[in-house]
């Protein structure tokens, strides 16, 4: 690591901790040569993922997009940004770990529906409506009988 002091290549670590919720390493190192103190952090560097586009265009995959989107669905609802930022992780996560790099914009919307669909039936909604470009009444009819059904296919026989 370079001293951002003297340029010299050699410094010895001071301190390490977790830093980022455990997404990255804060590292305190000194200069062997200036004895300048500085701070580094290390993540691990990931491979961006492409978003194929409706009208064939691409564009990297938009943390702050997916949050946004999601955000404007759960509003007046009980779902915290927390717990949106953690969905929007473990959205990200599910991609990298799918090991692709190019997703159709479709299959974003179709794997937050699902989220939503375990957290809160009002969001759901609300992001399918924009998502799937609903036109009238008749849209979230069959939206809410398709997600009635899938609710009822899940509950315990009694």
């Known amino acids: 690591m370079q001293c951002p002091s003297c340029q010299n290549t050699d410094s010895r ?3 390490s901790r977790a830093a980022d919720a455990g997404r990255s390493v804060r590292r305190r190192r000194e200069c062997l040569n200036c004895d300048f103190r500085f701070t580094t952090y290390e993540r691990v560097e990931t491979v961006p993922i492409s978003v194929l586009k409706n009208n064939g265009s691409r564009e990297i995959l938009s943390r702050s997009k997916l949050i946004s989107g999601i955000t404007r669905a759960c509003e007046k609802t009980p779902i915290s940004a927390e717990k949106i930022e953690t969905l929007v992780d473990e959205l990200e996560l599910q991609l990298q770990q799918q090991n692709i790099r190019e997703i159709q914009s479709s299959d974003i ?6 989220e939503l669909k375990k957290i809160n039936e009002v969001a759901y909604i609300r992001f399918a409506s924009v998502y799937r470009k609903f036109h009238g009444i008749h849209d979230f009819v069959e939206t809410l009988e398709n997600f009635k059904s899938s609710k009822e296919e899940l509950a315990p026989v009694r």
Do not use: T, Y
């Open 13 to 15: 670590v001071l301190e």
């Open 109 to 114: 919307g179709e794997l937050v529906l699902d």
